[in-house]
């Protein structure tokens, strides 16, 4: 990836010819309702309102627009409160920042005053004061969300562009109105949206903006970690996250807030007699992993995994003579990995156990190609999988980054031979959400043993059987099963002095 080339090959027909439309006119068409009505009644209160950002950028991309942000000329609170009372609702208002929602059935409409924001070298809260509109526009992040559309009906749609946004949108150009230095100094969590605009929009960042960049990576410290981590997920989410992440890890930012991730590039190569020794660049494979698998699913957390499946490379890395490099045990110990960086990170807990099972799965598969597998290793797979056992095979299948032709479509046609044993077995033998037929209570009531862990064990005891294809599972058979070992098993027990008799 080039660092700093604009490329507009990708910027669409259709854009250029709203561009077109829009300079026939000046304006924009404002279609939605709610924002007519506003306007109209901004009109009769003596207010000039505009609708601002990424409305007015994504009528010229042609995306969905969610965003209805307005600005206010005047008090943005009191015309808030208006409003409010015409639609028989109540504003929230937030006194400090000048800004106000106001709900209006299905859209949430959000009111800023026009101002200024000054932010102090290690804060991350401005101190907010009254503007102009032109104070109001140079403070936001690029030019193409630099655009505001007025609301009034004698102006509706008329669009202020006072720093060349539809022009940088020609080029697929992210450029900060001001100097890019006092931009992301203001709010350097807008360096984060730099690369995330790029992956979502397939953009490039200006030169000079790049190069800040790099210069004040360190100042993403003051931000939040709740902020910086919604903006990975955002580029982890966007249509191009491989371009996300190589603009983090190129301007340094990637060290400073995923170092795991960022660890992970570069090649060591090792001289043995006259041959070199390479392995892959594991970043370079991650993001070429991300990307196939983002081309397939929009699913957040399998994504995720893709991003962290070889996180623990780096520290597994080890030279063997005369065979090359290994990374023995990395998918056990990535796994272990990840409840730090969930924490550290702070995302959602709840989605740890499924990261973590597939982070420790995702070299198994490729362990039961050989026809000569057992059905007891068949039926691991299936059990320890579960419900993640398709997304599993969708990681695996985008794990394969080979460049030789033929070795792609062996290794695919080998996973679609295993995934279709393991997928088999687990529908045949129902062992998606797998575990013993007899249940803990069961067991407990009949060898009259308390809540403990002997019950745990003989239920794994039970499982083991199903497992290795002593019987099948279904309840019946277990509980025979269980019926006739029970007297052994508890005997074992009392001998390893877990049970007392």
Avoid at 55 to 60: I, S
Avoid at 196 to 221: G, P, T, V, W, Y
Wanted: hydrophobic share 35%; aromatic share 8%.
């Amino acid at each position: 990836m080039t660092e700093k080339k604009i490329d507009n090959e990708n910027i669409e027909q259709g854009l250029l010819e709203r561009i077109e439309n829009f300079e026939k006119s000046g304006r924009i068409p404002i279609q939605e309702n709610i924002l007519k009505e506003i306007g109209k009644f901004a009109g009769e209160n003596d207010y000039q309102v505009h609708v601002v950002g990424g409305y007015v950028r994504d009528y010229f991309l042609d995306r969905p627009r969610h965003d209805l942000d307005c600005t206010v000329e005047g008090d943005a609170i009191e015309f808030a409160r208006k409003l409010a009372e015409k639609y028989n609702t109540k504003a929230v208002i937030y006194e400090r920042f000048r800004t106000a929602l106001v709900p209006i059935g299905e859209y949430h409409c959000e009111f800023v005053g026009t101002r200024k924001e000054i932010y102090q070298e290690n804060s991350r809260k401005p101190i907010v004061t009254e503007g102009t509109l032109e104070d109001d526009i140079k403070r936001r992040d690029f030019t193409i969300n630099a655009l505001a559309a007025s609301l009034n009906p004698d102006r509706l749609g008329q669009i202020t562009d006072l720093f060349s946004g539809i022009e940088d949108m020609k080029k697929g150009l992210l450029k900060t109105p001001l100097d890019p230095e006092i931009t992301y100094s203001d709010d350097p969590l807008r360096m984060m949206r730099a690369a995330r605009f790029a992956s979502q929009l397939d953009f490039m960042i200006e030169e000079n903006s790049f190069d800040a960049i790099k210069n004040m990576s360190d100042r993403i410290s003051i931000i939040s970690q709740e902020r910086v981590t919604d903006e990975l997920l955002k580029i982890l989410n966007s249509k191009n996250p491989s371009k996300g992440f190589y603009i983090l890890f190129f301007t340094g930012l990637l060290e400073k807030v995923f170092p795991e991730l960022y660890n992970l590039a570069g090649v060591e190569i090792v001289q043995e007699g006259n041959k070199e020794f390479g392995h892959k660049d594991v970043f370079r494979h991650t993001l070429k992993v991300l990307d196939n698998l983002s081309s397939v699913s929009d699913k957040t957390w399998l994504r995720f995994s893709a991003l962290v499946h070889d996180i623990a490379k780096p520290q597994t890395k080890r030279f063997s003579d005369g065979t090359g490099w290994t990374f023995h045990g990395h998918e056990e110990i990535g796994a272990r990995k990840m409840k730090g960086i969930f924490k550290r990170l702070k995302l959602p807990m709840d989605n740890l156990p499924y990261v973590e099972k597939l982070v420790r799965l995702h070299q198994r598969p490729m362990a039961l190609v050989d026809d000569g597998v057992t059905d007891s290793a068949v039926r691991r797979l299936a059990v320890k999988a579960g419900t993640a056992l398709e997304d599993l095979f969708m990681l695996c299948r985008a794990d394969i980054t080979t460049k030789n032709p033929n070795l792609n479509a062996k290794y695919l046609a080998n996973y679609e031979k295993v995934a279709q044993k393991v997928m088999d077995v687990q529908e045949k033998d129902k062992l998606r959400e797998f575990q013993s037929p007899v249940r803990g209570e069961e067991i407990m009531e009949i060898c009259g043993l308390p809540p403990s862990r002997p019950v745990g064990i003989i239920k794994t005891n039970i499982e083991e059987a199903i497992l290795e294809g002593i019987i099948p599972n279904e309840y019946d058979n277990a509980k025979q099963y269980f019926l006739e070992h029970k007297d052994k098993w508890i005997n074992d027990l009392v001998e390893q002095g877990m049970i007392e008799r």
